[in-house]
C-alpha cells in the first residue's frame, strides 16, 4: 500500500514540475538616474507615468516583470557619480 502511494505521489510531482518551472520567469533590473526629481515626487512626473504607461502597454508590470530601481540626484551634480556607481553595483539589466 505505501508503494502505491509512494508511487503516485512521484507520479502528480513529475507531473506538476513543468508547470512550476515555466511559472517562475525572471525579474529583471531596471536602473534609473534622475537629474532633479526628489524621489517622493516621482510619480507626478509626468515623464515616469509615460514611462510606466509605455511598460503596459508591452505587457510589462512593475514587480512581475521588472524591478525598477530609481536613483535622483536632486540636482547636486556630485551625487550623480555615486548615484551611477550603485547603480553599477546592482548590476541592472538596463
Excluded: K
Excluded at 531596471?30 to 504607461?53: C, H, I, S
Excluded at 540626484?73 to 556630485?78: F, K, L, R, T
Amino acid at each position: 500500500m505505501r508503494r502505491r502511494w509512494f508511487i503516485a505521489g512521484l507520479g502528480c510531482v513529475i507531473l506538476a514540475y513543468p508547470r512550476f518551472a515555466m511559472a517562475q520567469q525572471p525579474v529583471r533590473s531596471v536602473g534609473v538616474l534622475l537629474g532633479n526629481p526628489a524621489l517622493p515626487q516621482l510619480a507626478a512626473q509626468p515623464f515616469w507615468r509615460t514611462f510606466l504607461e509605455g511598460l503596459h502597454e508591452h505587457d510589462w508590470d512593475e514587480g512581475r516583470d521588472i524591478a525598477l530601481q530609481p536613483r535622483a540626484a536632486e540636482g547636486n551634480q556630485e551625487r550623480y557619480q555615486q548615484l551611477a556607481a550603485e547603480l553599477v553595483e546592482l548590476g541592472p539589466a538596463v
